[in-house]
């Protein structure tokens, strides 16, 4: 989701991927594919016959004022228009990309298989609300993309306040300064005509895919992963195919070999498959540019399915000349898949490549800065928010970065509150901004990023505009009144959402001894627990595995690193079957800072650089075979010495 600005420098995009490659090989092997991990929802049915396509209506000119104006027909901006429209604002609906439907992701982007935010035991979803009111308008957890366009299209039809303008060719916002604070006002529109119109508002959602409105305000934000040491880093971009000839005999045999396959993360239901992980062996035609993973498998209404599976990478999200070309990436690469699924699986012997999706599916880019980031300890401590407007609880997925990186699961958290702070960007008042680049460090974001909690954040930021200009007051003033943030889960628990406090009780890993030197090393992108949040901080670590961990550490200060971690195992026979002592932890440490000192010294000149601590020193049970959590209680300490921050 851009460029931006952060007070961490690079770190080398080498070590970030051999970090990842090596640190967590274990769950990365198992994890390759990365297929979407769900159990079978109710389905509501299909027809079996695909349904007419309807036309928006697009006003040809807009009103010189409205007291909200939401920018960005996806998912979010739907959900965002509706709200403030029931709540009595004169809302309009615009989007700067050439669409003649809403929903984009969705819709456009053929992402038709919902990452749910599911409740514990699988009773349930979190958030209800209009998600639930426009789920329950098509097919199931995977849906056909034309019912579910016309179940947007028949919400907002349907509120007579909403005005929808399609096919902007350029959107600006409208920035008021006085002194150092600025204020957003409205948006300068090119018309699709090429005649320009300025539009006036009380207030806007920002709830374009990548904050294009709020990064031109000039709010702060993150791009990819820098909020961790690489600004290049971030993950691929998908471009979605769709298959035809997939009859009901067709559909029964994938979901034969998927319900008979004994991976548990293999299965298939009525509308929804997931599972041929080997595909992670695929032999890609665009070397270096594109990978596949395991498929996920949306059955639409007409003899198709849409195939999610094709990463794509090098791509910058947030420029349209980067988006075409890993639609081209991708257009060339779908060919050849099919020829190899065809050539394969029997079950896909009749199938053929019946088109690509018309935009692609861009994970990431930027983050905006807002008066709270949501972090990946909020997700693996499972907390609340006083402010919560959205709850989560999608594992934070993080998928590939590069053809080598096999991604990752972090975490999966229970349930997480995203609070109404995450939504008000740093600087600029008279703006919210939901959906993917909303105030979310980049873990953090691999959970958040699902589209049904952007919809819930869309509700809630809807709301949000009708109680600010009922109060007078700017949504950063809003933010910090639990009066009237309590008013304001009041009013959406009456639209049917659910927001009521909650505790969850803590986890396991939570009462180790470990638990701190966990929190950093997850933070730092060092550790992953998977979908069972399995960390091993028991298991007995080696001496290879405490490079690769000294060598991701860079990344807290990388001018600090002057050294190469991998001297402290020069000459060393099987560095990864060899025991980790901590005479060999702290040498692989002081080789990493560039420290001229023996192994013998290394515990030493740690603790004289306040790189090591005396507590942590006590946690150590066997020094002479440390333990994953006894590593990360030493990148604790490290961090915590050369940021002078815990």
Not at 87 to 106: E, Q
Not at 230 to 258: E, G
Not at 334 to 354: I, M, N, P
Request: hydrophobic fraction near 40%; charge should be negative.
């Amino acid at each position: 989701m851009a460029k931006g600005t952060s007070s961490s420098g690079p770190v080398s995009k080498g070590w970030l991927f051999w970090m990842w490659a090596l640190i967590v090989a274990a769950v990365l092997a198992a994890a390759a594919a990365l297929y979407v991990e769900r159990d079978a929802l109710p389905q509501q049915g299909r027809t079996g016959e695909e349904a007419a396509l309807e036309t928006v209506q697009s006003v040809k000119q807009p009103k010189s004022s409205y007291d909200v104006i939401v920018v960005g027909t996806d998912p979010e901006g739907v959900t965002a228009a509706i709200s403030a429209a029931r709540s009595g604002l004169s809302t309009l609906l615009v989007d700067g990309r050439d669409r003649d439907i809403l929903g984009g992701l969705m819709t456009l982007g053929w992402l038709n298989s919902i990452d749910m935010n599911y409740k514990p035991d699988q009773h349930g979803v979190f958030n209800k609300g209009l998600f639930t009111e426009w789920f329950d308008r098509i097919e199931g957890d995977s849906f056909d993309v034309v019912t579910a366009a016309n179940a947007f299209y028949d919400l907002v039809r349907k509120e007579p306040n909403i005005d929808v303008l399609l096919k902007a060719q350029k959107m600006e916002p409208l920035v008021e300064s006085s002194g150092a604070a600025r204020t957003v006002t409205g948006v300068q529109l090119t018309l699709a005509n090429g005649s320009q119109q300025t539009v006036h508002a009380k207030s806007v959602i920002d709830a374009t895919q990548d904050a294009d409105i709020a990064a031109a305000a000039g709010v702060p934000y993150t791009y990819g992963r820098e909020d961790i040491g690489d600004k290049n880093a971030k993950m691929a971009v998908t471009l979605v195919f769709r298959l035809k000839n997939v009859t009901p005999d067709v559909w029964s045999a994938i979901q034969k070999r998927l319900k008979d396959d004994k991976d548990p993360g293999t299965d298939a239901n009525e509308v929804s498959a997931w599972g041929y992980g080997e595909l992670y062996n695929y032999p890609e035609f665009n070397k270096g540019k594109a990978k596949m993973r395991g498929l996920n498998i949306g059955r639409q209404n007409n003899n198709t399915a849409l195939i999610n599976a094709l990463q794509i990478f090098g791509i910058d999200g947030s420029d349209p000349q980067s988006r075409a070309e890993a639609v081209r990436i991708g257009q060339s690469e779908a060919e050849h898949v099919v020829d190899y699924l065809k050539s394969h699986y029997a079950e896909f012997a009749g199938v053929e490549l019946d088109a690509t999706a018309p935009e692609p599916y861009v994970r990431e880019t930027r983050h905006m800065l807002g008066e709270y980031r949501l972090n990946i300890i909020d997700l693996l401590e499972n907390r609340d928010q006083w402010d919560r407007i959205a709850i989560g609880s999608y594992e934070a997925d993080i998928q590939r970065i590069a053809p080598t990186d096999g991604g990752a699961v972090v975490l999966n958290p229970q349930q997480y509150a995203v609070p109404f702070r995450s939504l008000v960007p740093l600087e600029v008042d008279g703006l919210l901004v939901v959906g993917r680049a909303a105030s979310y460090d980049s873990l953090a974001h691999g959970s958040a990023r699902v589209i049904p909690t952007g919809m819930a954040e869309g509700q809630s930021a809807g709301a949000a505009a009708k109680l600010a200009q009922e109060k007078n007051m700017t949504f950063r003033q809003l933010s910090a009144s639990k009066a009237d943030i309590a008013e304001l889960q009041s009013r959406l628990n009456q639209m049917g959402m659910e927001l009521q406090p909650f505790t969850v009780k803590p986890a396991p890993y939570m009462t180790h001894k470990s638990y701190e030197g966990l929190k950093a090393a997850v933070r730092l992108a060092l550790a992953t627990g998977g979908y069972k949040n399995e960390f091993a901080l028991d298991d007995p670590s080696n001496a290879k595995r405490m490079v690769n961990l000294a060598g991701g550490a860079k990344k807290i200060k990388p001018a600090a690193f002057a050294g190469d971690p991998s001297a402290a195992i020069a000459g060393m026979n099987a560095p990864d079957k060899a025991p980790l002592t901590l005479e060999q932890a702290c040498y692989t440490l002081t080789s990493a800072l560039g420290a001229q000192v023996q192994a013998g010294e290394a515990q030493s000149e740690l603790m004289r650089r306040g790189l090591l601590t005396e507590a942590t020193l006590q946690t150590i049970a066997n020094r002479q075979s440390l333990s994953n959590g006894d590593t990360y209680m030493l990148i604790k300490d490290l961090q915590a010495g050369l940021t002078g921050t815990p």
